[in-house]
């Protein structure tokens, strides 16, 4: 994550030493921050994602699958769905998180190395940014690593900095923890409260507890940010949910962070609705694409036990699992799998088979679940309520869903997509027998 920091407006190099994206000319601004001669428009806030390909941690943690999305793509939904923002940009050094950034709908600016360094702060990126950018009046600064934001959260700021007037606001969590001095030899051998007396300890219910900066957002007018300061005028906090405040840079791993993402996240505008059935793809999803034949010319495949059990856990939970494939597969190879599904082979179109099993069960689109791993696959991904593909799926398919596994097909990606619907339906996982 780039620091945040207070420090003087530098000027810099126009990134890789070329013509801006879309570069205005400089204008002169009215009374309310506007643009033009004679006309006032509204301030223009900008959303900007800073996200640098370089990571002492973990390599290109920034576009880095978390519960199935790159970790940028939770704060860009957000930021998207929020609708406060005339404009969403992700500030970048490298051409995957480029990529990446624009797969979500987002605007990229690419970075200069100058402001690309380890040594770089925050500030020094927003400050490139906005000498390229002359119609951002006010930048909402929103951290890649802090992927349980909501947009009702940037909604609320906004309205702070909008209405309220206010010059900068930033994101704060409540915490209920004792400090203490720290022990230094020879210069304080003992240690001190420093937030509470020892003697009167209060209960959690009875304090207040303090407010500590969590790193998720910070907002600030254009003026504020080319004095050096993220931070300050009129200044107000936004406190969030304890719950949404994730930095996996700072407090948590990432096993756990998908969890909590998962638990806590935000997923869309629409609610999920209860999934009652799930189609799979046969080739690359339940078996890993591999067919065998045998000396007297019998197709073999195979599956992974895993999956199997899948599929039975998932019709535990009344969720119907149903097999689709566009290859003319042998029924009776398949049948010996004794996976009792209903199957569909040799599908030219498989989303009129999909909808036609919809209709048949009378169910809206999100309650269709679809697992997918190939081109043929990608209308069927994008027109259900909840999509996944195994990790090795095509690039197409990958673009079009909203969560990658991270098995491969044939080797688990079934069953890890079958206990994903379970968290997601905040169901849990019926026992096998």
């Known amino acids: ?76 939904r957000a930021a998207l769905d929020s609708g406060v923002f005339q404009s969403v940009w992700v500030s970048t050094d490298h051409d995957e998180i480029e990529n990446v950034a624009k797969q979500f709908g987002a605007q990229v600016h690419r970075r200069s190395s100058e402001v690309s360094k380890d040594s770089s702060t925050s500030l020094d990126a927003i400050i490139e940014f906005l000498n390229y950018h002359n119609e951002v009046d006010i930048v909402g600064n929103i951290q890649a690593t802090s992927p349980c934001l909501h947009p009702t959260d940037l909604q609320k700021v906004a309205e702070m900095i909008r209405e309220e007037g206010y010059d900068s606001v930033f994101s704060v969590v409540r915490r209920h923890q004792f400090r203490w001095s720290e022990i230094q030899k020879g210069v304080r051998e003992v240690t001190e409260p420093l937030n509470l007396n020892p003697a009167k300890r209060p209960r959690r219910q009875d304090w207040d507890g303090e407010l500590y900066e969590n790193g998720s957002f910070y907002f600030a007018k254009r003026h504020l940010i080319e004095m050096g300061y993220l931070q300050g005028g009129k200044m107000a906090y936004y406190e969030m949910r304890a719950e949404h405040s994730v930095d996996i840079d700072v407090d948590i791993d990432w096993p756990i962070a998908e969890q909590r993402v998962l638990r806590y996240g935000y997923f869309g505008k629409e609610k999920l609705k209860e999934i009652k059935l799930l189609v799979c793809n046969i080739d690359g999803c339940l078996t890993n694409g591999h067919i065998y034949v045998s000396g007297d010319q019998k197709e073999i495949i195979s599956y992974d036990v895993k999956d199997a059990i899948g599929i039975s856990l998932l019709k535990k939970s009344g969720i119907e ?32 088979v999909l909808d036609e099993w919809r209709k048949e069960m009378g169910l809206c689109w999100k309650e269709v679940a679809y697992l997918g791993n190939e081109v043929s696959d990608e209308e069927c991904l994008k027109k259900v309520g909840l999509s996944g593909v195994p990790a090795d799926a095509c690039s197409t398919a990958q673009k079009a869903v909203g969560y990658i596994c991270k098995c491969n097909g044939g080797r688990g990606a079934l069953r890890e997509f079958a206990e994903h619907i379970f968290l997601l339906m905040e169901k849990g996982v019926p026992e096998y027998s």
């Open 321 to 352: 699992v149903r097999l689709i494939s566009e290859r003319a597969c042998s029924k009776q190879t398949l049948s010996s799998l004794k996976l009792d599904c209903k199957m569909e082979v040799n599908v030219p179109d498989k989303l009129a």
């Open 1 to 76: 994550m780039d620091s945040v920091e207070k420090g003087a407006a530098t000027s810099v190099s126009n990134p890789r030493g070329r013509p801006s994206r879309g570069r205005p000319p400089k204008l002169q601004r009215n009374s309310r921050g506007g643009q033009g001669r004679g006309v006032e428009k509204p301030p223009h806030l900008a959303a900007l994602i800073l996200a640098r390909g370089g990571s002492k941690g973990i390599p290109l943690k920034n576009i880095k699958h978390l519960a199935g999305v790159p970790l940028i793509g939770w704060v860009l």
